[in-house]
């Protein structure tokens, strides 16, 4: 089993939806997790971040962490094509540095 | 400010030739890590180095070789190229190892070996 799991996709959407991405993880000790958007040809940057439990909303985007289901979201509000990109949760544990990534999924948001 | 540069952008190799993948930052940053991604997997950690120096083994070290003698530059030695090393390959950098320090790619090499 993966430590993170992320659907692939791709996720077509008209422009104006709402957008949802999701991960699901197994190890427990991730406490930090963040979502990176990464357009085609080019390298991830950082979205957004969050440490606990609960919402964190960033203009359009909102990352939503539930510990208890080892699960996390990323929603996209009135969604862009300039949002069409593959967008990778990742997710760090208190006692390393490593990042452990999804695999990432891919959006087509349709003008 | 151009952050974090990697050269060659694009590359064909056939098996068992090597070449090293440059990576340079100019964020003065102490941390740098090269990933490679291959599709439908996440980045996987292949080196990663906490200073000039200093490097260390990541999740999928084998078939590569680093090393760090300045702040800026962290290459990325293939010695006898693989077909199963074909991929995109990212170097990062951040100020420190704190999960809370963002990272910050380069553009990427993308390399098939043939």
Known sequence: ?111 | NAGVTQTPKFRILKIGQSMTLQCTQDMNHNYMYWYRQDPGMGLKLIYYSVGAGITDKGEVPNGYNVSRSTTEDFPLRLELAAPSQTSVYFCASASSGRSTDTQYFGPGTRLTVL
Do not use: H
């Not at chain 1, 969050?50 to 510990?67: I, L």
């Open chain 1, 1 to 111: 089993q993966k430590e993170v799991e992320q659907d692939p996709g791709p996720l077509s959407v008209p422009e104006g939806a709402i957008v949802s991405l999701n991960c699901t993880y197994s190890n427990s000790a991730f406490q930090y997790f963040m979502w990176y958007r990464q357009y085609s040809r080019k390298g991830p940057e950082l979205l957004m971040y969050t440490y606990s439990s609960g919402n964190k909303e960033d203009g359009r985007f909102t990352a939503q962490v539930d510990k208890s289901s080892k699960y996390i979201s990323l929603f996209i509000r009135d969604s862009q094509p300039s949002d069409s990109a593959t967008y990778l949760c990742a997710m760090v544990d208190t006692g390393g540095f490593k990042t452990i990534f999804g695999a990432g999924t891919r959006l087509f948001v349709k003008a």
